[in-house]
């Protein structure tokens, strides 16, 4: 479990995130949604130490990691696995070695035991037997699917995955999704995922944070957001006639 | 203040890379690594300028001593001390910073954009040790290699073009570069080499670890770590041999 208290941002003059707490639960997908530029990356990366907050505590199982020292960071980040919107796959690696580079690091299995490891992953995200192809080899989903492999290669307790869908088609989208999804049950990790699909909200949306203008705006989960009267988030979600339409479908259900 | 700024960035970016290592097994395979990337790869380069340049300044030395009072062996005794005191230790150093020093921060700052660095800390991994440590210990292991190749090419050179072009003869350029040897200069040299490969990986690593934008900021990057380690060579050249020379 991870929880946020109070947390607050500001680069210069403008505050980017504002006083926003919310817990994110052991074994669910937990949504961050918003629209581009209200804060979502950047309390990512607050929660994750690539920023320092200016106020506020984030709690790992009850670790205060704003206040840890270095050393502390690191054995706490050993638990987390991260998707990056870009993949942020190591180019000059083959993916073999790209999911292999956690159980190098911090492991000490042999040489059979991170090949099996390897294959596991690769083959959890339906890669298999593409062990050898490098990063650059590979279309945006395989790559986002390579990138995901990696974050769960060292068994994670924490999962963050930012943008997991952008630029992807609709169908490989819903295949990543389901992936995180299982991921996330399978191995009981608490699971951030930031979007602003609402086909991924509807998807997998177990529990959702609302950020509006960098501030904690409405929480909910799938359902609930199909049927909230919060202005700001009626003009998110229904923000396409698509969604309008299946929003007065589920109204007159 | 910017000065003060960058200097300080640059030492709490070095106290990082000489923190304890995650995992040696990993870091050593790193260094093998980049002792190719760095050194085995810059050898051809290394190899044709010095061979040329030595021969150029026993031609060029045999030119100018007309008189009859300076003995032809000066030729090989001043082709010896120009590679080992200056062009092999400096020069060759100056032309490794542009290769060495625009390759390594570039890698890094495409690293850097392609957010693979993030991807290093979130993994629980010292980035800076990780990435930085094993360029310096390879390019400071590597580089004396390097340098005491193009000497001995340099002075082979001098002896190809001189006997070739009739500048000077075998004996007496045999003889000349073994005139008057002091081999406390090779300690002069082989310090500098080891200053100036320390200062090309650091600074190189420096300006890639902490590139911001895109491809055009990794382009300044890399211009800016070879511009910098440039001047530093020159200006460390100036200190160290005044204080080693007077």
Request: charged share 15%; with cysteine; hydrophobic share 45%.
């Amino acid at each position: 479990m991870i929880e946020i208290k109070n947390i607050s941002k500001s680069f210069g003059d403008t505050k980017v995130i504002d006083n926003v707490s919310y817990v994110f639960e052991q074994g669910k997908t937990n949504l961050i949604i918003g629209e581009s530029g209200s804060g979502k990356t950047t309390i990512m990366k607050l929660m994750v130490g690539l920023h320092n907050v200016d106020s506020g505590e984030i709690l790992y199982d009850g670790q205060n990691f704003p206040t840890l020292g270095v050393k502390e960071k690191q054995e706490v980040r050993k638990k987390i696995g991260m998707l990056f919107q870009g993949g942020a796959l190591f180019d000059s690696q083959t993916l073999e070695e790209n999911v292999r580079f956690p159980l190098d690091m911090f492991t000490t299995m042999s040489k059979e035991e991170k090949l099996d490891r390897v294959n596991f992953c690769l083959e959890k995200v339906q890669l298999t037997n593409k062990n050898k192809l490098y990063p650059g080899e590979l279309s945006g989903g395989m790559k986002k699917r390579a990138a995901l492999a990696r974050a769960i290669a060292n068994n994670p307790q924490y999962l963050f995955c930012d943008e997991p869908n952008s630029g992807l088609d609709p169908k490989t989208s819903i295949v990543i999704d389901n992936l995180i999804q299982s991921l996330t049950r399978e191995f009981n990790i608490t699971t951030i995922v930031i979007t602003h699909d609402m086909n991924s909200v509807v998807e997998i949306g177990e529990k959702i944070l609302y950020i509006y203008k960098g501030k904690h705006w409405w929480t909910g989960n799938s359902q609930e957001i199909l049927k909230t009267t919060n202005p700001e988030l009626v003009d998110f979600v229904f923000a396409s006639g698509f969604m309008k339409e299946v929003f007065n479908a589920v109204r007159n259900k | 203040m910017n000065l003060f700024f960058h200097l300080g960035r640059y030492f709490i970016l070095i106290k990082r890379v000489f923190s304890k290592p995650e995992k040696l097994s990993v870091y050593f395979k790193q260094i093998i690594h980049e002792i190719d990337n760095i050194g085995i790869s810059s050898l051809p380069i290394i190899a044709i300028i010095s061979f040329f340049m030595g021969g150029v300044i026993t031609i060029q030395s045999a030119f100018g001593f007309t008189s009859p009072l300076v003995p032809l062996y000066a030729v090989g005794y001043t082709a010896r001390e120009s590679m080992l005191l200056e062009f092999s230790p400096t020069i060759v150093c100056l032309i490794l910073a542009g290769k060495i020093g625009s390759n390594i921060a570039s890698e890094i700052g495409s690293m850097r954009i392609t957010e693979q660095i993030d991807a290093l800390e979130i993994m629980g991994i010292n980035s800076a040790g990780y990435l930085i440590l094993p360029k310096i210990a390879a390019g400071v292991f590597i580089m004396p290699f390097l340098i005491a190749i193009s000497m001995f090419l340099g002075i082979s050179g001098g002896y190809v073009m001189g006997i070739a072009t009739g500048a000077c003869s075998s004996y007496e350029y045999i003889y000349g570069i073994q005139a008057f040897f002091e081999p406390w200069k090779l300690y002069y040299s082989f310090t500098k080499v080891l200053t100036f490969a320390f200062l090309i990986t650091s600074i190189s690593s420096y300006f890639g670890y902490y590139t911001h934008g895109g491809a055009l900021e990794v382009g300044k990057s890399s211009t800016a770590a070879v511009v910098y380690s440039s001047i530093l060579i020159l200006i460390f050249n100036f200190l160290l041999t005044q204080l080693f020379l007077t």
